[in-house]
């Protein structure tokens, strides 16, 4: 990837190597510019995982929320459904997510 300004397209999450950076960067994006609901949704879902890789489960939460809002498909896949039992930890602090991980597939 070139170092200069980045485009829709580029996942945030592979974008920056450190979760300050993929943060920092996801910041400037105007999510209403990506093209599709699925895109967005990935944007959100990268963003969680920043999130969730820096120990911050009640923002990664929020951002898989707002994933599941632009496109409620994509936050079946494998990599939401490998966050929620983290989040499931969390069950007292962050109301609704046992009903979040049934939805995705996580509890079965």
């Not at 996942?11 to 967005?40: F, I, M, S």
């Not at 820096?54 to 994509?74: F, H, V």
């Not at 007292?92 to 049934?102: I, K, Q």
């Amino acid at each position: 990837m070139s170092s200069g300004p980045s485009t829709p397209s580029d996942g945030v999450h592979h974008r920056a190597h450190q979760k300050r950076h993929v943060l920092r960067h996801a910041r400037r994006v105007d999510t209403a510019r990506l093209p599709t609901t699925e895109r967005r949704a990935r944007y959100w879902i990268d963003v969680a995982r920043a999130f969730e890789q820096w120990g911050k489960a009640d923002r990664c939460y929020q951002a898989l929320l707002a994933a599941e809002q632009a496109a409620p498909q994509e936050v079946r896949r494998g990599a939401v459904r490998s966050m929620s039992p983290h989040l499931m930890r969390h069950d007292r602090t962050l109301p609704g997510v046992r009903a979040f991980a049934s939805r995705v597939g996580s509890l079965t």
